[in-house]
């Protein structure tokens, strides 16, 4: 089938779903890699994994979907750097596991690079002409942090000053834009001070369309039906939807008696009972925060049906773990997972071809849907 072009009208109201087959043609899954995740941010990871002069991590930026090879680097000069990682001689991949080196040297013909990806040497290229030149250097690739870092400086950062990290191969707009919002909501956690923690944080797989899970995650219009558990810690009522151009804030609102963040006088939200920030990054990243820190979920998609979700844990405060809308996670997730993957043999059938928004409700949804239609026939 071939990927036709669809529009979402900006009138909620009027508007209708997208088409049935944008989750089950590959078609629209191929469209989607080229123009709306290699174009994308994506979450790669925290400082932790690059900590001191001449520690290597290799990344693959989603991988079993774009599956690009970057390596984060740290020279001796404490400067962090996002490279490919893969060697400019014959292509392969350059680090294949994490350490700490002085140099980085490919393990099939000895080609060198500095820590910050310039080419240093090469052996039996004596008699090569006009060697090297720049495109023998590592390519450097976008990237960028937010958060607080350990010398005290906080907002988003061009580099890695910040101890969240995210990267993208071409991206269509500034991190400073997709983040703004967020960094300005909840500037005010220590991000510094969160620790990953590697016992709560487990992949899922998901039989269906990564766009239908983004779909579920926008809305808390299930919330009644599909999470019990979530709904009585929840207070339905005051859910809040924000919408900024390039990412969302559902404000899930504590019900009295229940667990809600402690907020300082210069939030926004002083004096509301917050219980949880659920912001979604477009297109495919969610920061949850919640009283005892951050749950990141990147939505990894695998084909046009098959979807890897990766929660990663970090850790503020373990005294509120397993208390109020961030506990239950687990049981949570497979609630979602079980209706999305319903609605995804659903939109296969022959019956069902578009659907209609709630405009108190499906604010988020009607909002996804309209950035995905404008970014996939880019």
Sequence with gaps: MHA???????????????????????????LAKR?????SWQFV????????????????????????????????????????????????????????????????????????????????????ANFPSPADDLSRVPFGSWGQGVAGASGIHDDGSGPLFFSSVDPAIPLRELLAPMAQRVG?????????????????????????????????????????SLNQVLDYGQYIVELYPWCNLQLGMAKPGELAFDLPSSSPDAGKAVAAYYWWLFPN???NFYP???????????????????????????????????AGLDRVEREDEAVVEAVQRGTRGSFYSRGRYSPTREQGVHHFHRLLAKSLFQ
């Design 285 to 287: 990243t969610m920061f």
């Design 35 to 39: 123009h709306v995740l290699r174009r």
């Design 45 to 128: 990871g925290d400082v932790g994994s690059v900590k001191i002069p001449g520690q290597c991590t290799p990344v693959t930026l989603l991988d079993g979907c774009l599956d690009e090879p970057i390596l984060l680097t740290r020279d001796r000069d404490d400067h962090l750097h996002c490279l490919s990682n893969v060697c400019t001689h014959r292509g392969t991949i350059l680090c294949e596991s994490a350490g700490v080196e002085k140099a980085l040297v490919c393990r099939y013909h000895g080609r060198r690079f500095d820590l910050d990806g310039r080419f240093r040497m090469m052996p039996e290229f004596e008699k090569v």
């Design 292 to 326: 005892w820190g951050l749950s990141v979920n990147v939505v990894n998609p695998l084909g046009h049906a098959r979807t890897r979700v990766r929660f990663l844990s970090y850790v503020w405060d373990e005294s509120k773990l397993e208390r109020g809308a961030g």
């Design 188 to 228: 005010w956690l220590p991000l510094h001070e969160f620790r990953f923690d590697a016992g709560r944080s487990r992949d899922y797989m998901v039989h269906a369309n990564w766009a239908l899970y983004i779909d579920n995650y926008l809305e808390g219009f299930h919330i009644p039906f599909v999470h019990a």
């Design 4 to 30: 036709a072009p669809f529009e979402i009208d900006a009138d909620i109201t009027r508007a209708q779903t997208p088409p049935a087959h944008l989750y089950s043609d590959p078609a629209y899954y191929e």
